[in-house]
């Protein structure tokens, strides 16, 4: 079993930071991209940010300047660092990866239980 586990949201004032992790733990033999989705009030799940093992990053247009993903390979954590942050951005962040628990067996996508980070004065 493989179980991701998402911390650091809360409540922000506007032009606030936050930074969000998400630490993947259980039978894991390696983890191909990690990456962040967000559901905000009223809206559909929706891909925000993700990092391949090898570092490369793809964000959607509304994070790119204000938001910075990143990854420890060696704690199996990703992380989302926010910045500048706005009440649009209140949502819940759902983490995301896709792990191979043994050698040659298959790629799973897993999901953490999701933050809700809360942007307003």
């Known amino acids: 079993q493989v179980q991701l586990v998402e911390s650091g949201g809360g409540l922000v004032q506007p032009g606030g930071s936050l930074r969000l992790s998400c630490a993947a733990s259980?039978?894991?033999?390696?983890?191909?991209?990690m990456g962040w989705y967000r559901q905000g009030p009223g809206k559909e799940r929706e891909f925000f940010a993700a990092i391949t093992s090898g570092g490369s990053t793809n964000y959607v247009d509304s994070a790119k300047g204000r938001f910075t993903i990143s990854r420890d390979n060696a704690k199996d954590t990703v992380y989302l660092q926010m910045n500048s942050l706005k009440p649009e951005d209140t949502a819940v962040y759902y983490c995301?990866?896709?792990?191979?628990?043994?050698?040659?067996?298959?790629?799973?996508?897993?999901w953490g239980q999701g933050t809700q980070v809360t942007v307003s004065s």
């Open positions: 259980g039978t894991i033999f390696s983890i191909n991209a």
């Open positions: 995301n990866a896709i792990i191979q628990s043994t050698m040659y067996g298959p790629l799973y996508n897993y």
